[in-house]
């Protein structure tokens, strides 16, 4: 019997034992966003076996109504109850992968495109691993959202009683925990209302169905508490925004980390340093996707830890690629910390281009420059100019100008993907576009 369907024996008996009565089978569209098929139990066996068709032209970025066919082959190893539905009549979440009516991986599938770009460092003979960090915001819930009012007022780090969310942590975290996610540590992050809870470091496609599950975990939890929890990048001005910096790694078959060194003076590996030089030579197209939204870009500006300017460096926390200290006997721990996407993204096509830009610049064994390890906000434009440091893109309209030139990201995504989110994202920018804002009507209206 193979580990699959060793994996589908084990759920068969869990709905069992525990008392599972729904499944919802779960994936995401291109924008990251969760949807899900329930079926009763009763189909699950079947659902494995051969799938659950849906319709795909209503999916955005999926198909068009002339080829809606689709199916949901559900991965038995993302099986899971749900902790906050009841226990009784319980429902359960699994998974799934899109496939074509031909029985092919759908070429649009996030989590397809992610475990395609996972096979390429896989055949040499490498493990891709991400450790994202997810910030999000708790306000109190009202009718209108449009003013949002933090939850607390506490600080960084802070404890009880001005961190008023301890108890919204601690039942997000026993709620991850009984999804079968490891959380390491939660806290209390700069700006009032925000919060982090970070889990395992751990294989790409693991790490990316533990984001997906993070954002409605805590959501749901949220709302058990009468609040409102979102990931949105900048919710509030003239505070810090919601980050998702993205720790990563490659393993060799030996399981052994290639980008420790310790004859280096940041440890790293040649590996390592070249794949930096590849995810520097890309993000300003990669933006597109690691901070897609609008709103991303109110994030990304000088004064709010937030990186802006295209360098790395180890202890300077205003570089865009981090290398975090070094500590005997900690070997395997040497990693790249990504600091630009927000938890806004699609983690599985986050991950997918991150990977593809590092492998590229190991195949081709980029040098990535000098290190940085001043303030580089301080920098002025003669300075940046004369180290060579470029700027991240200062709009959703320009990441879009840059997502279009570059031939990595179109290969990474396939031609099915990268067109229509090139269109998606295009429609919300010209959208946004014409936008009168209130900042608008309040300087202009009277003076004018």
Request: proline share 6%; with cysteine; glycine share 6%.
């Amino acid at each position: 019997m193979t580990n699959i369907d060793d994996a589908k024996e084990k759920v068969l008996e869990e709905v069992k034992q525990k008392d599972v009565k729904f499944i919802k089978l779960q994936f995401t569209d291109i924008s990251g966003m969760v949807k899900s098929v329930a079926i009763p139990v009763e189909q699950l066996e079947e659902s494995m076996d051969k799938g659950t068709w849906f319709d795909g032209s209503s999916i955005g970025g999926f198909a068009r109504i002339c080829e809606s066919d689709m199916y949901l082959k559900p991965d038995p190893t993302t099986f899971a109850v749900l902790p906050w539905r009841p226990k009784e009549n319980a429902t359960a979440r699994i998974i799934a992968d899109v496939h074509s009516p031909d029985g092919k991986p759908f070429e649009g599938d996030p989590r397809y495109i992610l475990k395609r770009a996972v096979e390429e460092a896989e055949k040499e003979g490498l493990t891709y691993n991400t450790g994202p960090e997810l910030e999000f915001f708790l306000f109190k819930a009202n009718e209108s959202m449009i003013t949002p009012v933090p939850h607390d007022v506490a600080g960084y780090f802070d404890f009880s009683p001005m961190d008023l969310a301890s108890d919204v942590r601690r039942d997000v975290i026993f709620a991850l925990e009984k999804l079968g996610m490891h959380v390491e540590m939660s806290h209390h992050e700069v700006a009032p209302g925000q919060h982090e809870i970070d889990f395992r470091y751990g294989q790409a496609l693991t790490t990316a169905d533990n984001a997906v599950t993070f954002r409605y975990t805590v959501k749901a939890i949220a709302s058990e508490h009468d609040l409102y929890a979102t990931f949105m990048p900048k919710p509030i001005f003239g505070q810090n925004g919601n980050g998702m910096h993205v720790h990563q790694s490659l393993f060799n078959k030996e399981g052994v980390n290639i980008f420790f060194d310790s004859e280096d003076e940041y440890k790293l590996s040649e590996t390592a340093r070249s794949y930096i030089a590849g995810q520097l030579e890309h993000v300003r197209a990669m933006s597109a996707i690691l901070a897609p939204t609008v709103n991303s870009y109110k994030r990304l500006v000088p004064g709010y830890e937030a990186p802006v300017y295209i360098c790395w460096g180890q202890k300077n926390r205003s570089a865009l690629i981090r290398v975090p200290r070094y500590s005997k006997g900690r070997e395997q721990s040497t990693r790249a910390e990504l600091r630009c996407p927000d938890p806004s993204c699609n983690p599985y096509l986050a991950f997918a281009v991150m990977l593809r830009a590092g492998l590229e610049g190991v195949k081709k064994k980029l040098t990535p420059p000098e290190p940085v390890e001043e303030d580089v906000y301080g920098f002025n434009d003669e300075k940046l100019a004369k180290l060579g440091i470029k700027t991240l893109p200062t709009s959703l309209g320009e990441a879009i100008c840059e997502l279009g030139k570059d031939k990595l990201m179109k290969e990474t995504l396939g031609k099915h993907t990268y067109e229509r989110y090139l269109e998606a994202k295009k429609a919300e920018w010209s959208e946004y576009s014409i936008q009168v804002t209130g900042w608008e009507l309040e300087r202009y209206l009277e003076m004018l």
